[in-house]
Nanobody, 122 residues
Framework: VQLQACGGGLVQAGGSLRLPCAASGLTFGSYGMGWFRQAPGKERELVAAISSGGSTYYADSVKGRFTISRDNAKNTAYLQMNSLKPEDTAVYYC?????????????????WGQGTLVTVSS
């Protein structure tokens, strides 16, 4: 199983980025997916999650600005980030696990991508 996140970069505050997470070696449609981020000196935190059935969850800090989605035909999950703020600066990771599980629990994910850096300038 491989998860490959990309799409990070430098963006000004108020801007947008879309992060794809391409999956291989798994039955993607049966996996719940999450996006996490880790800022320097901070713990990795859940940003958004999407179940295999399409139900979504968002951290309060990103509600109304970020959207998680999935395209099962392309084996890809996405994180659309709008109205970016400097405090969104972090390395963003995608993660996945088969079936139903506690999407809010970092420890429940058993597959992780390598991370992509998002830097938001003020």
């Amino acid at each position: 199983v491989q998860l490959q996140a990309c799409g990070g970069g430098l963006v000004q505050a108020g801007g947008s980025l879309r992060l794809p997470c391409a999956a291989s070696g798994l039955t993607f449609g049966s996996y719940g997916m999450g996006w996490f981020r880790q800022a320097p000196g901070k713990e990795r935190e859940l940003v958004a999650a999407i179940s295999s059935g399409g139900s979504t969850y968002y951290a309060d800090s990103v509600k109304g600005r970020f959207t998680i989605s999935r395209d099962n035909a392309k084996n890809t999950a996405y994180l659309q980030m709008n109205s970016l703020k400097p405090e969104d600066t972090a390395v963003y990771y995608c993660a996945g696990r088969y079936g139903s599980f506690n999407y809010r629990s970092r420890g429940d994910y058993n597959y992780w991508g390598q991370g992509t850096l998002v830097t938001v300038s003020s």
